[in-house]
């Protein structure tokens, strides 16, 4: 912000706050909840019930780029189920992740983004056997039991647990 101040000092004030504003509403048109510790656990408390889907990605991964554009279908296709994304790299690479995001037609997704640097707690809260490989996802039942995946949306764990959950 200061940066940007200093970079426009010499306009009128009026034309500085034009383009403070234009600066803050492009970075607010999407955001990246912080999943941190103990999140996964609020997720799934938030979630009870509902059958859900955490799934984590990364930018550095090509499987997850390549697979994006499966989870907008499945989203899609299985309107009864929840469905959180969650980007695994760090705030450096978040504008990457979003234009990724928005050219996977996932834009209303609902978005986290890791938010703590001890990463590992943050696999380990998810499964203690994850050491953070990517694709990953964790299926969590509507009464609480999780199941997690190490894999593509396509994978036949996946699909027999959405087929069992919802209806398709």
């Known amino acids: 912000m200061r940066d940007l101040l200093h970079r426009f000092g010499r ?4 034309a500085a706050l034009v383009v403070l504003a234009l600066a803050a509403s492009g970075a607010a048109a999407f955001d990246f909840k912080p999943y941190g510790r103990g999140a996964f656990a609020q997720l799934a ?9 955490v799934h984590f990605w990364s930018v550095t991964c090509p499987p997850c780029l390549v697979e994006l554009p499966q989870w907008a279908k499945l989203i899609d296709a299985h309107k009864g189920v929840d469905v959180v994304l ?3 790299d760090g705030d450096e690479d978040r504008s990457r992740a979003q234009a990724r995001i928005e050219k996977a037609g996932l834009a209303n997704a609902d978005h986290y983004g890791f938010a703590d640097d001890f990463v590992e707690k943050l696999y380990f809260e998810a499964d203690s056997a994850w050491r953070g490989e990517l694709p ?3 299926l969590v039942a509507p009464d609480g039991g999780v199941m997690t995946v190490t894999g593509a949306v396509d994978d036949p764990l996946i699909v027999a647990w959405l087929a ?5």
């Open 45 to 53: 408390k938030a979630h009870a019930g509902r059958p859900l889907l």
């Open 11 to 14: 306009l009128t004030p009026l």
């Open 86 to 88: 969650v980007n695994t």
């Open 136 to 138: 990953f996802t964790a």
């Open 164 to 168: 069992k959950r919802a209806g398709k």
